[in-house]
């Protein structure tokens, strides 16, 4: 069954760092376009980052120049790198197809204290 397992989330100061990690099933990450995602309360579901199986990286403008995303295909790994974090930042992270096209996994919580 496709399966996507999201850590890394947790509570940091401004300008601080994370980095999350997603593992994702053979399945669901040969030869796709995987994206970070995140929902802030009260928000729908936006796509921050996506990366090609290639590695060609697109990011929403809210987070360009502080996240980075990554990818390792022998461990169907996907990766967002957080710096410079913000209040704003804090939401749920979600991996996925960049289109969204696998059931969602449990997120994880990143909470950004001013």
């Known amino acids: 069954q496709a399966q996507l397992i999201e850590s890394g989330g947790g509570l940091v100061q401004a300008g601080g760092s994370l980095t999350l990690s997603c593992a994702a099933s053979?399945?669901?990450?040969?030869?796709?376009?995987m994206g970070w995602f995140r929902r802030a309360p009260g928000k729908e579901r936006l796509l921050v980052a996506a990366?090609?199986?290639?590695?060609?990286?697109l990011y929403a403008d809210s987070v360009k120049g502080r996240f980075s995303i990554s990818r390792d295909n022998a461990r169907n790994t996907v990766y967002l790198q957080m710096n410079s974090l913000k209040p704003e930042d804090t939401a749920v992270y979600y991996c996925?197809?960049?289109?969204?096209?696998?059931?969602w996994g449990q997120g994880t919580q990143v909470t950004v204290s001013a």
């Open positions: 996925n197809t960049k289109w969204g096209t696998t059931p």
């Open positions: 053979t399945r669901i990450f040969n030869s796709v376009t």
């Open positions: 990366i090609s199986f290639d590695g060609n990286t």
